[in-house]
């Protein structure tokens, strides 16, 4: 096994450990790490549709849909 393998995060990493939790709107498991645009990250409920912050990192997105509260959603 090479040294390097599964200790550098590559563009090309298509399969990632997924570390993000549940929905905080619906309380769906079933949410899905998207890369929306090139460089361009964020974590989607495949339930109710809502959507995490846009980051540059795969990881970021994941860390902000894990801090994410349901009520710091703007009303209106
Ligand atoms: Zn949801």
Not at 29 to 53: K, Y
């Amino acid at each position: 096994m090479p040294a390097s393998q599964g200790l550098v995060a590559t563009a090309e990493t298509t399969t990632l450990t997924s570390s993000h939790v549940v929905c905080p709107f619906c309380g769906s498991a079933r949410t899905a790490l998207q890369e929306i645009d090139l460089g361009s990250w964020m974590v989607e409920c495949l339930d109710c549709h809502s959507t995490g912050p846009v980051k540059t990192s795969a990881v970021a997105a994941e860390q902000s849909w894990n801090c994410r509260l349901p009520y710091l959603r703007p009303l209106g």
